[in-house]
């Protein structure tokens, strides 16, 4: 049986998104992404929670996010979790989870 690591998010973009260009004309682009789950509590009170997601994006799809996306937009994405690891300034070794998106849609909020 295979395994599938893939992801779909409905949300807010948090910020503008970063768009890095490199020298061979590839793009990357990098933003925050927040999802709101909304619930009842056990004692019947209504509630909500708001999770926040750091997505990058590679090629043509990061051309697309820097030419239709900035804060506040709605959107879907699909694409995958990665988490990868670093060193910081302090000798500490720290985790990140990321989405890599393969693809973005721009949603209208109903």
């Not at 910020?15 to 056990?42: D, Q, V």
């Not at 997601?53 to 090629?59: D, I």
């Not at 051309?63 to 000798?91: C, H, M, P, W």
């Amino acid at each position: 049986m295979n395994a599938t690591n893939r992801v779909q998010l409905t949300g807010n973009l948090g910020n503008n998104p970063e768009i890095k260009t490199f020298e061979n004309g590839s793009k990357l682009a990098k933003f925050s992404m927040a999802t709101k789950e909304e619930f009842t509590t056990g004692s019947g009170e209504k509630s909500s929670s708001t999770q926040w997601h750091f997505v990058t994006a590679w090629g043509k799809t990061a051309q697309r996010i820097e030419a239709e996306l900035q804060k506040g937009s709605f959107v879907s994405i699909e694409g995958r979790l990665v988490t990868r690891n670093y060193t910081d300034k302090n000798g500490q070794k720290k985790y990140v989870t990321e989405v890599v998106a393969n693809d973005v849609f721009v949603t209208n909020k109903s």
